[in-house]
Nanobody, 119 residues
């Protein structure tokens, strides 16, 4: 069965760093686009960063220059390195795997990991 398990969240002071990991199983990881989303209290879930199956990267403007997404296809794992964290980065961070095969969409989510940026 498909599993996406996030880890690495926690409490960090402003300006600090965290590295999130999303370990996956149950699907062909290398064929999927992988993304990190986040959802802050009272707000909609938003895309943070995405990396395609061939390594193309997209970042939302608010994290450009601070967050870096990467993937290790040998370990079926995607990462999010977060530097220079700000209080507004506080949210639950979710890992997503997505692929479209013909007209079928495959879309999987992890359970989320809490990131809190506070002094």
């Amino acid at each position: 069965q498909v599993q996406l398990v996030e880890s690495g969240g926690g409490l960090v002071q402003p300006g600090g760093s965290l590295r999130l990991s999303c370990a996956t199983s149950g699907f062909t990881f290398s064929s999927y686009a992988m993304s990190w989303y986040r959802q802050a209290p009272g707000k909609e879930r938003e895309l943070v960063a995405a990396i395609s199956s061939v390594g193309s990267i997209t970042n939302t403007d608010s994290v450009k220059g601070r967050f870096t997404i990467s993937r290790n296809n040998a370990k079926n794992t995607v990462y999010l390195q977060m530097n220079s964290l700000k209080p507004e980065d506080t949210a639950v961070y979710y890992c997503n795997a997505a692929r479209k095969i013909y007209n079928l969409n495959y879309d999987y989510w992890g359970q989320g990991t809490q990131v809190t940026v506070s002094s």
